[in-house]
């Protein structure tokens, strides 16, 4: 399908754009086209600080994997669907390519966008399109020849020595412009033909930012950075200027020329978002390469994207922009962890886009449940690298995708529970952090201990050799519980409030059950029942009752992909 109306010149986009406005209207309007009944469109919903991705009007929990940037293509496709298939994902993130959706001025070709969901119909995934506009790793690679053949006009950064840079600048108006039409071009196409909403978010370029020089020198930029600081940033980063003319510098100092890129980056991602979202409101994300949690001095990281000392100037400036992203490839614990910390905020889900694949890493699908991740997708995860030893064979391990395909294996078949009790407030998860071998959640009158590294059937807790240990548990009533995970070991022990808690045990090593002193008196844990499952249709199954030697030192969760569902009282 190539849509061959040829647009050119400042009053044809001004069409386009009167028009998109026209179909904003239609778009939010009750019984439009685009609200389908059993097929709302995809939202996020908040409640009491938690937040949900609404899929078909219900929580939905992404399990996704990323496709390699160039894997988007006819001839590459199968080769990213049966690595989604083996992993189990219920989402791909692909790119749109730029380059190839607007071959010529205003000439739209969406023969790539209808591959893509004609396939993942067929595959019944979802999928997360990436928009690679103007901002791709900081670069403008994704820009059509048309554009790269005109550097006067699609201008791009100039450094401090009065440069050019392989990034693009801000400031330049004919490329926003550029970037708006075609965006909002391929909203309308979406909404056009995606009415049973295989397309659940769309991301705004990538990974937005400038590497090598902290932002534009240009002569317009330098005049804006003389200028006084708008006061929609000021209020954001809670600065109270000593005049109403202070500038950048005298604002924000050392990181003055950092807060002014992500000024100017997020205020032309934002337009270009919301000219998207008034044609089809999908929710809207941006990926940021991050900055290092601890020490992220300006200069050591990419320049103007939502790093985390940003995130209020990228709010202010971008609001049609839903969800502001981690792209995680760290894989130092405290690191990781600092950043969901940092991305879970009231005005933010947590959501990590981008992520590594390897064994360590895939414990952390934990730590981001444990704050209500809406979502989570490993990059890089086709076949167009690595390709599987035994082709064909989706019993045969496969250790480029096992990490996340054990995981999804057990959650995947949950997961809108999961997503439902997530937003409720209801579950709480952990992955394993080094010398750090037990963890205690918290659930009213019960604590949840999560153990790593017990041998046998006791011992006190090592921890793994490898950090690879998590686990996950939810509570379904005040005393039964959804109990799921990898190499670690759970138990339950009453827990009171902590007035009137004066003391607490547990098995490891002992041999006695866990038990607490509440108001002067032992209370010790019994199961009740614990039953093992599995997901049958999004309902839980049990297919046995566990007791004896697999319940008496605690719930042992090792390389099944089991569901535990657990009731357990006092004596
Ligand atoms: C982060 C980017 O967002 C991805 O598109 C990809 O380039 C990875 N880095 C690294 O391969």
């Known amino acids: ?63 996704g994997a990323q496709s390699n940037n160039s894997s988007d293509w006819p001839a590459t496709l199968p080769k990213v669907w049966s690595a989604i298939e083996y992993l189990h994902a219920n989402t791909l993130e692909t790119p749109i390519y730029w380059e190839q959706f607007e071959p010529r001025p205003g000439q739209f070709d969406y023969s790539a966008v209808d591959t893509v969901l004609a396939q993942a119909r067929q595959h019944h995934v979802r999928l997360v399109l990436l928009w690679f506009g103007t901002w791709k790793n900081g670069s403008q690679h994704y820009m059509p020849e048309w554009m790269k053949l005109k550097p006067e006009l699609y ?3 100039t450094n401090k020595n009065g440069e050019l840079v392989d990034s693009p600048s801000p400031f330049a108006q004919a490329s926003l412009d550029a970037d708006t039409r075609a965006f909002a071009a391929f909203m309308r196409h979406l909404k056009e033909t995606d009415p049973d909403r295989t397309v659940i978010m769309v991301q705004v370029e990538n990974e937005t930012g400038t590497w090598g020089t902290l932002r534009d020198y240009s002569p317009a930029a330098e005049k804006l950075f003389q200028s006084a600081v708008p006061a929609e940033v000021l209020k954001a980063m809670e600065k109270t200027p000593a005049t109403p003319e202070a500038n950048w510098r005298d604002v924000f100092g050392t990181e003055a020329d950092v807060d002014f890129h992500a000024w100017a980056i997020a205020k032309y991602v934002g337009q270009i978002a919301a000219a998207g979202k008034a044609v089809y409101p999908l929710p809207l994300y941006v990926n940021a390469a991050l900055r290092d949690p601890f020490k992220g001095a300006p200069g050591t990281y990419e320049s103007g994207g939502p790093t985390d000392n940003v995130l209020p100037i990228w709010k202010a400036e971008a609001p049609a922009i839903d969800v502001l992203a981690p792209d995680i490839y760290l894989l130092d614990t405290p690191a990781y962890r600092k950043v969901i910390e940092l991305y879970h905020r009231p005005d933010n889900p947590l959501f990590i886009p981008e992520t590594a694949g390897t ?59 999961l997503a439902r009790l997530n937003f409720e407030g209801k579950l709480q998860a952990v992955s394993e952090v080094e010398s750090q071998p037990v963890e205690t959640l918290h659930f009213g009158d019960w604590d949840a201990v999560v153990s790593y590294g017990v041998g046998g059937r006791g011992g006190p807790p090592k921890g793994n050799t490898e950090p690879v240990g998590r686990a996950l548990v939810a509570q379904l009533n005040s005393n039964q519980f959804l109990v799921v995970g990898y190499s670690c070991r759970v138990d339950f022990r009453p827990a009171g409030t902590e007035a009137q808690r004066k003391a607490q045990q547990i098995v490891n090593g002992t041999g006695q059950t866990p038990s607490a002193s509440i108001d002067g008196k032992w209370q010790h844990r019994q199961f009740l029942r614990v039953e093992e499952g599995t997901y049958v249709n999004g309902a839980f199954k049990a297919i046995r009752i566990l007791n004896g030697d697999q319940t008496d030192y605690g719930l042992n969760l090792n390389s099944e992909p089991n569901v535990l569902r657990v009731s357990v009282a006092t004596y």
């Open 1 to 63: 399908m190539t849509d061959t109306k040829q647009q050119s010149g400042s009053a044809k986009q001004m069409k386009t754009l009167v028009i998109a406005a026209l179909m904003a209207a239609c778009a939010v309007s009750p019984g439009s086209q685009a609200q389908t009944k059993d097929h709302p469109i995809p939202r996020i919903a908040q409640k009491d600080g938690r937040y949900a991705l609404l899929v078909d009007g219900a929580p939905f929990l992404m399990l």
């Open 155 to 157: 201008t791009h950064v």
């Open 359 to 417: 064994t360590r890493a895939a414990r952390f699908l934990f730590s981001a449940l444990g704050l209500q991740a809406i979502g989570y997708s490993p990059f890089g995860l086709d076949y167009t690298r690595n390709p599987p030893a035994h082709a064909g064979d989706t019993n045969a391990p496969n250790s480029f995708l096992d990490p996340n395909a054990d995981n999804y294996k057990l959650i995947g078949p949950m997961m809108r529970d």
